[in-house]
């Protein structure tokens, strides 16, 4: 039974940082990627970014203009997300989420997730 657990949320003022972290425990298989998605309140969830755990081959949503970036500590199975320059936009609930044995092609659609943290919140104040 897998188990995904995030942390690092929180408020901050607009144009500051924070770095997510999500922690995988309790699979068998290395060869997964590990998802960021955020759904702010009245909005679907939204893709953020995606990290091959295997080769480290990384994947951005369209919309953050390059101030966010995925890593990864293999020796810890965590996965972390820095989050820079943010904007009021950027507030939502965040969720990191495992793709398993599927198709980079799929690394967008939330729906071939199979096991999702319970989410932490981010808070942009201007």
């Known amino acids: 039974h897998v188990q995904l657990v995030e942390s690092g949320g929180g408020l901050v003022q607009s144009g500051g940082s924070l770095r997510l972290s999500c922690t995988v425990s309790?699979?068998?298989?290395?060869?997964?990627?590990v998802g960021w998605f955020r759904q702010a309140p009245g909005k679907e969830r939204e893709f953020v970014a995606a990290?091959?755990?295997?080769?480290?081959?990384?994947y951005y949503g369209d919309s953050l203009n390059g101030r966010f970036t995925v890593s990864r500590d293999n020796a810890k199975n965590a996965v972390y997300l820095q989050m820079n320059s943010l904007i009021p936009e950027d507030t939502a609930v965040y969720y990191c989420?495992?793709?398993?044995?599927?198709?980079?092609?799929?690394?967008?659609?939330?729906?071939?997730?199979?096991?999702w943290g319970q989410g932490t919140q981010v808070t942009v104040s201007s």
């Open positions: 989420a495992r793709l398993l044995n599927q198709k980079s092609s799929t690394i967008r659609i939330s729906g071939r997730y199979d096991s």
């Open positions: 990290l091959w755990r295997p080769n480290g081959a990384t």
């Open positions: 309790g699979g068998t298989s290395n060869s997964y990627a």
